[in-house]
């Protein structure tokens, strides 16, 4: 929790204060004076006995006890007033603008250990180093312009980054959304975004404080604590957004299994969010389209009324709203045919509900009134209104504003003339109202939001696993993949049925194996990773001379150490794998296997254990669906066994997290059965 004097602080100091409004001192100042800071405040600054009109002390040892410290000196001073601020002055709260700590080098790095330790031993709050302050209802301890308009039930907003709060801030105001606190983290020595988000949980009053959260995160220290907290904010009635930064796989490692190179860390993220239910975004107006959506009322289902008096915006919402999963249903019958009679000649009922650029407020209510009580298969209105300047739209704004008020059903003003009738959108927005100024944006933001889904809270019971095989293996192994033959005993002490198989050295062994698994069979080599790649696989085999050349064949391979038999089996490629992803855990992969892993990348994903309503939902989600349950007379899988199995890999990674990449490729099913016929597993202990 972060320490109540820090939220709420009876007095602040700022050192390093300065007459320069043109520095972060003397800005802070300027700004916690002009937003009208209730408490005591004080400078430091040895050179002058008053800043700004406030009374400055030369050294902090001078000071009075004070509650909060925002801090505004170079990084080597910072230690020395900090100490002194926590042993003899009772502070408690810490805002350091100050760069020159673990973003430059280890001098710095172990400057910000000193600060933190300091802090932390007396119960205080330390926000940053390197950051741009905090804004909430309290104070404005912050060094920027501009300063959001306060409203406690806006947006509570927590980034990582000091400029990019800033300009999503600046983006966020022009559109009206409006903020109860921003939080900035800067280098996240004491506090990140995490332990903001768990501050902002565990003091949660659902009369008075802000439903929506949005988040700028550039690394996430502490998953679970992320996805607890986010999880249990959303449960409580909020609504939850986030970019993730640094999405791209360019730095990760290069991956030895399919599932490595599919699972990398954005990955890991997706599937953070989705377990936590939060909204996930790529960029600063998707962030602020998405919070705008969440300040209107809960869109109960997906059939949306466009209304417009223009018909390009109209078409390019409907098509970002039907490639996103969201219907534009035609509106028709007797109740259209009457609206239609009150609007002008030329205008189109069927939706689009197009009433012409020369539409007026009036027949706008016409429009919206029919939206709400005639048609029974809308859900939700889109308006789109602008001008073309040739005369003032206040009247329909003002109508506009009245019917948002008085309707069940939501109502999306998207208002893009920005500049010829930006005196109405002001108005607009000076009634509490939000602005969408472009409508493919706000069409994508409002699936994004409908599609997304509430928070995981199902109990997950793990699967009846042989544990004490799996572990009795795994703790014998040394790091690297485990030869097939363990492979195979992992396997079946998961309950997932493999195929018959046997690793063999010489030819001899090989015949003897091949009449007890009985022709035609399938061979591998075994010591490269990637056999497909290398001409390892050969299959079909049908008698003992087939099977002596193709022994031969796969010994004459590059690092090839012996030859793998298994029976041939038929089905659908599928795939199973699970990759370790640093504090996130296991996450757990399916989909079509074979070469379809690597050329369609069609992959559903979820953080172990899962549940059963997690793999029913990852079979769901793939693209391939259709194929795995059957189409145009071709043969579906055994889709509840397939879910098992997932499960069972879940369950697998949780008894043995010692298993770094897992891949089940391919599994072969049918309607029938599904069996693995070739696996790997990597071992990684610490």
Do not use: W
Not at 185 to 206: C, K, M, R, T, Y
Not at 543 to 553: D, M
């Amino acid at each position: 929790m972060l320490h109540q004097k820090f939220i709420k602080p009876s007095s602040i100091v700022v050192v390093g204060g300065t007459d320069n409004i043109q520095s972060p001192g003397g800005n802070v100042l300027k700004n916690l004076i002009d937003y009208n800071f209730k408490g005591d405040l004080f400078v430091v600054n040895p050179k002058q006995q008053t800043v700004q009109g406030i009374k400055s002390y030369s050294d902090v040892s001078m000071l009075p006890q004070v509650d909060v410290a925002i801090i505004a000196i170079a990084a080597k001073y910072t230690v020395e007033a900090v100490k002194v601020l926590t042993e003899q002055k009772n502070t408690k709260g810490f805002i350091i603008f100050s760069a020159g700590f673990s973003e430059k080098d280890e001098e710095g790095a172990a400057l910000e250990r000193q600060l933190v330790e300091l802090i932390t031993k007396a119960g205080g709050t330390l926000l940053g180093p390197n950051n741009i302050g905090i804004i909430n209802q309290h104070y404005a301890g912050v060094f920027t312009t501009p300063i959001p308009k306060l409203n406690p039930k806006g947006v509570d907003f927590i980034s990582g980054s000091g400029a990019t709060a800033v300009f999503i801030m600046e983006a966020a105001m022009a559109s009206g959304l409006t903020f109860s606190s921003i939080y900035s983290v800067g280098n996240s020595a004491q506090i990140g975004v995490e332990e903001v988000l768990e501050h902002l949980d565990e003091s949660f009053n659902p009369t008075t404080d802000s439903k929506v959260k949005l988040l700028y995160i550039e690394s996430i220290n502490n998953p679970k604590k992320l996805l607890k907290h986010a999880s249990s904010l959303i449960n409580k009635g909020c609504k939850i957004a986030a970019i993730k930064a640094g999405s791209s796989d360019a730095g990760s490692r290069a991956a030895s299994s399919h599932t490595g190179a599919l699972a990398n860390s954005d990955v890991a993220v997706d599937a953070l969010f989705k377990k936590a239910g939060i909204v996930r975004c790529y960029g600063r107006m998707d962030l602020i389209n998405v919070a705008s959506v969440f300040m209107h009322p809960d869109l109960t289902g997906k059939r949306i009324a466009i209304i417009t008096h223009a018909g390009g915006p109209a078409v390019m919402l409907t098509d970002a709203l039907s490639k996103n999963g969201l219907e534009v249903p035609s509106i028709q019958g007797k109740k259209s045919e009457e609206l239609l009679t009150k609007l002008f000649p030329g205008s189109s009922v069927a939706n689009p509900i197009d009433f012409l650029a020369t539409g007026t407020a009036e027949q706008l209510g016409f429009i919206i009134d029919a939206c709400e009580n005639d048609f029974e298969n809308i859900d939700a209105m889109a308006v789109i209104f602008g001008s073309p300047g040739l005369f003032k739209v206040f009247e329909v704004y003002e109508l506009l504003h009245q019917k948002m008020n008085s309707c069940k059903k939501p109502i999306y003003p998207i208002l893009p003339s920005v500049i010829n009738v930006k005196e109405e959108i002001d108005y607009f927005i000076s009634k509490g109202r939000i602005n969408f100024p472009d409508e493919v944006l706000f069409g994508e933001a409002l699936a994004k939001v409908y599609h997304t889904a509430n928070p995981f809270n199902e109990m997950i019971e793990l699967e009846k696993l042989d544990s004490i095989t799996i572990r009795k293996i795994i703790d014998n192994a040394t790091n690297g993949y485990l030869h097939p033959d363990l492979v195979q005993q992992i396997l079946k002490a998961a309950n997932i049925p493999v195929v018959q198989e046997k690793t063999v050295y010489t030819i001899s062994d090989a015949i003897k194996e091949a009449e007890i698994l009985k022709y035609p069979l399938v061979m591998k080599v075994v010591g490269p990773v990637h056999k497909s790649d290398v001409g390892g696989v050969i299959l079909n085999i049908k008698n003992e001379v087939a099977l002596a050349e193709a022994f031969e064949s796969l010994m004459l391979i590059k690092d090839a150490t012996g030859v793998l038999i298994q029976q041939m089996k038929k089905g659908i490629e599928l795939f199973i794998g699970a990759k370790k992803e640093t504090d996130f855990g296991h996450m757990i992969l399916c989909g079509l296997g074979g070469v379809f892993i690597e050329i369609l990348k069609d992959t559903s994903v979820r953080l172990a254990p899962v549940s059963v309503s997690e793999s029913n939902e990852m079979l769901e989600e793939l693209k391939a669906f259709p194929i795995l349950q059957g189409i145009r007379n071709q043969e579906g899988i055994d889709l509840v066994s397939f879910a098992h199995y997932i499960r069972n890999i879940g369950t697998l990674v949780t008894i043995a997290p010692e298993i770094a990449e897992l891949d089940l490729n391919p599994l072969l099913g049918n309607s029938k059965e599904i069996i693995a016929v070739d696996a790997r597993i990597l071992i990684e202990k610490i």
